[in-house]
């Protein structure tokens, strides 16, 4: 989701956004395509789809490599795979992990806690409402909530590194609530993804 | 002020933009362009009050070999008007132009209502050296108010011409005037994942901008030194990381405010005297105020709270330190003693109470205020006093108050089409909007003497 987000332009997010919301909660890969193609703009599309593109590859080129069936997808790409969520919300000044969240948290502490030699980021952000020092220290008290969830679920405090961005680094532009929802959040960000 | 010519010899006027001095530190990081100058700040006024002052400042007389690039009678009639405190008469509408006080029918300026007259002169007396001089008149009294000789070179034209509006403006209104002050300013170009951010400082008219820093990363929080000389800010450019430095505006040299203390450092607040910064150091999911003595290197920890405290600012008298805290559920302002003790509230009006401004006399303080009726974030001030609160401004967004050093006017962020920086009067009467080709946000007035 984190490489999703940062490629995309305005236009596209609130698309991926339904997209994932989508593939959560549908069954077949196929039929969220079509749903959420409908909802995109043309041009945005290509990007919009990007997630999805190794399995779409052999209907789209001719020179795809055959997809073997024991080949094991990227599971940090697999959009079935909670690991491709690395997106936390948070409700309006807020630092409480959400119920919803727990999964996504839960699947990344058992990668992080087997994989001790990977190193990540958690970036804590808020919307735009409150000042931007103010804004800051929450975005940190986020991303330090999902730490402390991690770390008691076996990640080692060296693994992660904190920052926040508070209000500075929004995913969606906009002054109203679809917009601050989506900026309220914490994002796990792994080197080298 | 006397009434009596007076040489301008220890006038701070003669601040210019000295030869920039790449410090190497900064090189490494940053690409730096001391020295380029953008676009200035539109300011214009978008309330001004029914009995503004009617005067007219006639162009100066120019002489010598080498005329001045600047017209100063202009500056100085833009900066009065800028104020909204006066209405200037129109030059193509002045019936004569006199520049030397003996030639001014008065009978004839009485009849255009113009209560206040300034003429001046500029003599060219050597290479790039100016005499300038300047008159006051009163038109009713037909007498002089003030005359003053400034002397001046090319680059220090418009700083004389601000100190003429000084001059003009405290002899009218009693209050001291904030032209030849300056203002920084924080803004970001590009797209939004990927803007690029710059920190500028600028004349009080918005000329003169001259960007210091430039980063891919947030820049947030300038402070001024007491003495004008430095800026301490906040910036993430350490790979998201906020740290704290101290940068000289003119030389750009600047260090990072280093602590033993891993952690964010942010929201950097220069002590009055200007040997302490207070600041906040974010760690843990926990904000605390912290004070550092910038020569001994001497660390207090202001509050020790589980809650977010941050945005600290000094009164003027040095003796306390108002931030921001939610240790009460929500962001409210609190005052502690400079040197500890318990916090105490001070807020109460409003859901939410954010980042305090203190006014020069320390008798009241700006904040950006949300009534909690779903109309976003507004300037406020209360009085400390009395505990009066009055909302000043109509934004959604406001933030990022600063008092101008002669607290007429407190300068802040807003939201338009895009951000923008705002101006209003401590009484809330007269608004101005300083508009920039980019995002702008982050003001702070310098104080005096800089």
């Known amino acids: 989701m984190m490489k999703v987000i940062t490629r995309m332009t305005l236009a596209t997010v609130p698309a991926i956004f339904l997209l994932f919301v989508l593939l959560a909660g549908c069954g077949t890969t196929g039929e969220v395509e079509d749903q959420a193609s409908a909802e995109t703009s043309a041009s945005a599309s290509t990007e919009a789809s990007e997630p999805a ?77 409150g000042t931007r020092e103010y804004n800051l220290a929450l975005g940190e008290r986020r991303a330090d909530a999902v730490r402390r969830l ?16 508070g209000e500075e ?5 906009g002054h109203d609530e679809s917009a601050w929802s989506m900026n309220r959040r914490a994002e796990l960000v792994y080197a080298n993804r | 002020m006397e009434n009596t010519s007076t040489q301008f010899t220890k006038a701070p006027a003669a601040r210019i933009r000295k030869p920039v001095v790449i410090s190497s530190v900064l090189l490494i990081l940053l690409a730096l362009t001391a020295g380029a100058y953008a676009k200035p700040l539109t300011i214009t006024i978008t309330q001004g009050i029914e009995a ?48 030397d006080p003996a030639t001014i029918k008065y009978q004839n300026w009485r009849i255009l209502g113009v209560e206040s007259l300034v003429i001046g002169q500029v003599e060219n007396t050597g290479p790039d050296n100016y005499t300038i001089s300047f008159w006051l008149q009163d038109v009713f009294q037909a007498k002089q108010m003030v005359a003053y000789k400034i002397p001046a070179t090319s680059k220090t034209l418009r700083a004389a011409a601000h100190k003429i509006s000084d001059i003009v403006y405290e002899q009218l209104t009693g209050v001291k005037g904030a032209f030849s002050t300056r203002i920084a300013y924080v803004t970001a170009e590009g797209d939004f994942r990927e803007k690029r951010y710059s920190l500028w400082i600028a004349d009080s008219d918005g000329e003169n901008a001259q960007e210091i820093l430039r980063s891919k990363e947030p820049i947030m929080s300038p402070s001024w030194s007491p003495d004008g000389k430095r800026i301490a800010y906040a910036s993430l450019e350490q790979g998201g990381a906020q740290k704290v430095y101290i940068q000289n505006w003119q030389t750009t040299e600047r260090e990072q405010v280093k602590t033993p203390l891993s952690g964010l450092h942010g929201a950097p607040s220069w002590s009055p005297k ?36 941050t945005e600290p600012v000094w009164t003027p008298d040095g003796g306390s330190i108002i931030f921001t805290s939610d240790r009460g559920g929500r962001p409210q302002l609190y ?111 310098s104080p005096f003497n800089n």
């Open chain 2, 274 to 309: 200007g040997d302490k910064l207070a600041f906040t150091i974010t760690k843990n999911g926990n904000a605390d105020i912290y004070t550092l003595h910038l020569k001994t290197q001497k660390m207090r920890k202001l509050t020790t709270h589980w809650a977010i405290d």
């Open chain 2, 52 to 99: 503004a002052l009617p005067i007219a400042v006639v162009p100066f007389r120019v002489s010598g070999a080498v005329p001045p690039s600047e017209d100063l009678a202009q500056i100085v009639s833009n900066d009065l008007v800028r104020t909204g405190q006066f209405k200037a008469f129109p030059v193509k509408d002045m019936l004569s132009k006199p520049t």
């Open chain 1, 53 to 129: 593109s190794t399995e779409r590859a052999d209907d789209q080129t001719a020179t795809a490599e055959p997809m073997e069936p024991q080949t094991q997808m990227d599971p940090f790409e697999d959009p079935n795979n909670l690991l491709s969520q690395r997106v936390v919300y948070f409700d309006f000044d807020s630092s409480a992990i959400r119920d919803d969240a727990l999964p996504v948290i839960r699947a990344h502490a058992d990668y992080l806690a087997s994989n001790s030699q990977v190193n990540f980021t958690l970036e804590g952000h808020a919307d735009e409402r």
């Open chain 1, 169 to 173: 680094r929004p995913a969606v532009l």
């Open chain 2, 335 to 445: 005052r502690v003693a400079a040197d500890g003790g318990k916090p105490r509230r001070l807020t109460f009006e409003g859901r939410e109470n954010l980042k305090a401004a203190v006014s020069p006399d320390g008798k009241m303080i700006a904040m950006v205020h949300d009534s909690g009726n779903g109309n976003g974030y507004q300037i406020a001030t209360m009085e400390l006093d009395s505990g009066a609160m009055q909302i000043l401004t109509e934004g959604r967004l406001d933030e990022s108050p600063s008092f101008a050093p002669n607290g007429s006017m407190i300068i802040y962020a807003t939201t338009g089409r895009r951000g923008e920086l705002a101006a209003v009067s401590v009484d809330g009467k007269i608004k101005q909007s300083l508009s920039y080709q980019e995002d702008v946000r982050e003001p702070a007035w």
């Open chain 1, 150 to 165: 991690l770390i008691a679920n076996g990640v080692s405090p060296a693994q992660v590194r904190v920052v926040s961005y």
